[in-house]
């Protein structure tokens, strides 16, 4: 059995728009993940999942809500429950990479030849919001078709060629990222029993 830890990402996982920022799988094979994509009416998911033999994920049961903090509060509370109901144990934990620059395509959808491609800092993760209209992000203060996500700062020149915005939650901008304020480490005891029952619905979501 794998002991109980924290593993770090260096490729932003999207499902249907959200870019997953933490999980916590439990040895049976199910877990939960806290999800985010600013440009969503609910921009915060928390989702069960099954994991397959290959590392592959069914998520289902999204529950949506608008604060970070909510989300939190959810995930917390349906990694416990579940914990408590199974007497289940954690494998492990995983966040989404600290430092991620996100860029905002505020003039088109993202598409080929409209963001940069430097060799040294390829994308990590591109969305389109899918409404075929802008969005507010940014907390209001600015109108996207999509945003891109990147290891390191683009230059000036780069967001000026392609027309991109900086988010102001970069860590360039003196400011933590989601990703930051979610360490909080695992969390409860780790009884031995663990659930063995599967589920066979994918992408079943309740709103």
Do not use: C
């Not at 860029?103 to 088109?108: G, K």
Request: charged fraction near 30%; charge should be neutral; aromatic fraction near 12%.
């Amino acid at each position: 059995m794998l002991a109980r830890g924290t593993e770090r990402r260096y490729l932003l996982e999207i499902v249907q728009g959200y870019a997953i920022l933490k999980t916590t799988t439990f040895d049976s094979g199910h877990g939960f993940a806290l999800g985010h994509n600013p440009g969503a009416p609910d921009p915060f998911v928390t989702w069960q999942f099954t994991e397959g033999e290959k590392g592959q994920r069914d998520y289902y049961w999204g529950r949506y809500g608008n604060s970070l903090e909510w989300a939190q509060r959810d995930f917390d509370r349906r990694v416990d429950d579940y914990q408590h109901l199974y007497h289940a144990a954690v494998k492990n934990t995983e966040l989404g990479p600290d430092g991620v620059y996100r860029y905002y395509s505020t003039q088109r959808p993202v598409d080929i030849g409209t963001y940069p491609k430097p060799p040294d800092n390829l994308p990590l993760s591109i969305v389109n919001y899918d409404d075929d209209r802008r969005r507010p992000v940014a907390n209001g203060r600015l109108m996207a078709w999509g945003e891109l996500t990147y290891a390191k700062p683009l230059t000036e020149k780069q967001m000026e060629d392609y027309e991109l915005k900086p988010a102001p939650a970069n860590p360039d901008r003196a400011r933590p990222s989601i990703t930051a304020r979610l360490k909080d480490g695992a969390r409860g005891q780790e009884p031995p029993k663990e659930p063995s029952q599967k589920r066979d619905h994918k992408n079943h979501e309740e709103r």
